[in-house]
């Protein structure tokens, strides 16, 4: 999903940062796997889009990764057709081999789950259709239950959890970025990595100034946290990244909506043009050739 997206730091030898309360107290996150900056595409269904994309990435993307997104919902995971997302929801037995085994490839599952969904449950399926090569999982919810991410974790600790931040978890702390960042603090030791997603791949254009004010306000908070911005994104619209670029160094992104055509089928090239072009933006000093990289 494209996304505002957030990595806790490793853990220092005292075991986390100190807890407390109030607007800019350093509070205990921790992580159990990191997450790396990263290109995002999501809305894959087939193995040969995920092969297409990354022969045309470059050899040598310093300090990034592509991040292969793949939709899942309630409906799918329990073997039943989304009407609304049928070219961008494959079939959950066929999720495991569209993940590539490529040493640029951050393989990730983005699971819209409803608030009666037993939650935990569902996480540990995902993971288990997912296969090996399963890097990270996002959880799109509106501040879903920490009792539920507690017991996934308990479970299974080698795969990154990424909490997605959408229109009704912004409108639940009232929009103000303080108060969503000192939310934040619920899911300490739970969480992996925060996405803010207000377009939820709709191709709705992120406000850039917006963006700023929580990147700066969470940056504030809880200092040393990766950070990234979505929304909207594709090859015509990276103008919106630039701005921030220089301002956050490691800024992950990522993008859906705009990588489609008018039929909602997902269009390689354009997601190739838009790796291409954000790369240029956010590793400026990356290059070489594409379609070189072996696989793993």
């Given at each position: 999903?494209?996304?505002?997206?957030?990595?806790?730091?490793?853990?220092?030898a005292g075991g986390g940062r100190e807890?407390?309360?109030?607007?800019?107290?350093?509070?205990?996150?921790?992580?159990?796997?990191?997450?790396?900056?990263?290109?995002?595409?999501?809305?894959?269904?087939?193995?040969?889009?995920?092969?297409?994309?990354?022969?045309?990435?470059?050899?040598?993307?310093a300090g990034r990764r592509i991040m292969i997104g793949v939709l899942v919902s309630e409906r799918t995971l329990h073997g039943r057709?989304?009407?609304?997302?049928?070219?961008?929801?494959?079939?959950?037995?066929?999720?495991?081999?569209?993940?590539?085994?490529?040493?640029l490839a951050l393989n990730a599952i983005h699971l819209y789950a409803p608030g009666e969904?037993?939650?935990?449950?569902?996480?540990?399926?995902?993971?288990?259709?997912?296969?090996?090569?399963l890097h990270a999982l996002q959880l799109n919810a509106a501040w879903p239950p920490p009792a539920a991410l507690r017991a996934y974790r308990e479970e299974v600790s080698s795969v990154g959890l990424v909490l997605q931040i959408g229109k009704a978890a912004i409108a639940a702390v009232k929009g103000s970025p303080e108060s969503l960042a000192r939310r934040l603090t619920d899911y300490a030791g739970l969480a992996d990595a925060i996405l803010l997603d207000p377009s939820g791949g709709r191709g709705i254009p992120f406000d850039t100034g917006m963006a700023g004010t929580f990147l700066e306000a969470?940056?504030?908070?809880?200092?040393?946290?990766?950070?990234?911005?979505?929304?909207?994104?594709?090859?015509?619209?990276?103008?919106?990244?630039?701005?921030?670029?220089?301002?956050?160094?490691?800024?992950?992104?990522?993008?859906e909506g705009r990588l489609r055509d008018a039929g909602d089928r997902?269009?390689?090239?354009?997601?190739?043009?838009?790796?291409?072009?954000?790369?240029?933006?956010?590793?400026?000093g990356s290059g070489g050739r594409s379609g070189t990289s072996p696989a793993c």
């Open positions: 999903m494209p996304c505002f997206f957030l990595r806790f730091s490793p853990l220092p807890r407390g309360e109030g607007p800019g107290v350093r509070c205990l996150l921790r992580y159990s796997q990191p997450v790396d900056p990263y290109v995002g595409v999501s809305g894959f269904t087939a193995d040969w889009q995920v092969s297409d994309l990354l022969r045309s990435v470059p050899d040598r993307v057709a989304e009407p609304r997302g049928a070219n961008r929801l494959p079939a959950v037995d066929q999720i495991a081999g569209i993940f590539a085994d490529h040493p969904a037993p939650l935990a449950a569902s996480l540990r399926a995902v993971t288990e259709l997912a296969g090996p090569r969470i940056r504030a908070a809880h200092p040393g946290l990766g950070l990234g911005v979505a929304g909207g994104l594709g090859p015509e619209t990276l103008d919106l990244v630039a701005p921030l670029a220089g301002r956050f160094p490691g800024l992950s992104i990522d993008a997902f269009v390689p090239a354009r997601a190739a043009e838009y790796v291409r072009r954000a790369l240029a933006i956010l590793e400026p």
